[in-house]
Nanobody, 121 residues
Framework: EVQLVESGGGLVQAGGSLRLSCTAS????????IGWFRQAPGKEREGVLC????????YYGDSVKGRFTISSDNAKNTVYLQMNNLKPDDTAVYYC??????????????WGQGTQVTVSS
């Protein structure tokens, strides 16, 4: 059974940092694309960053360029999203997903339950 579990969300002040984790099980972790997505109320789900666990290549969305980074620890079956210089507009539920194409949400087959990130002004 494929499972993805996010953790690390919470409440943070604008300008602060937060590190999210996505731990996967049930599939070969080192040969997949893992993506981070987010969805705020009333908005479309958008791609944040994704990474290929096989070669470490990644793609990012314009809204987080220069502030967020993605990394993987294949030994721990975990992908991290480091979020710096957070803004109130970053407030959303953040999801990790597996087995998709770049930052297209509808292409991903497996999803976690999400973790709430709230950035205060």
């Amino acid at each position: 059974e494929v499972q993805l579990v996010e953790s690390g969300g919470g409440l943070v002040q604008a300008g602060g940092s937060l590190r999210l984790s996505c731990t996967a099980s049930g599939f070969r972790f080192d040969d997949h694309v893992i993506g981070w997505f987010r969805q705020a109320p009333g908005k479309e789900r958008e791609g944040v960053l994704c990474i290929s666990t096989s070669d470490g290549s990644f793609y990012y969305g314009d809204s987080v360029k220069g502030r967020f980074t993605i990394s993987s620890d294949n030994a721990k079956n975990t992908v991290y999203l480091q979020m710096n210089n957070l803004k109130p507009d970053d407030t959303a539920v953040y999801y990790c997903a597996a087995d998709g194409r770049l930052l297209e949400p509808r292409s991903y087959h497996y999803w976690g339950q999400g973790t709430q990130v709230t950035v205060s002004s």
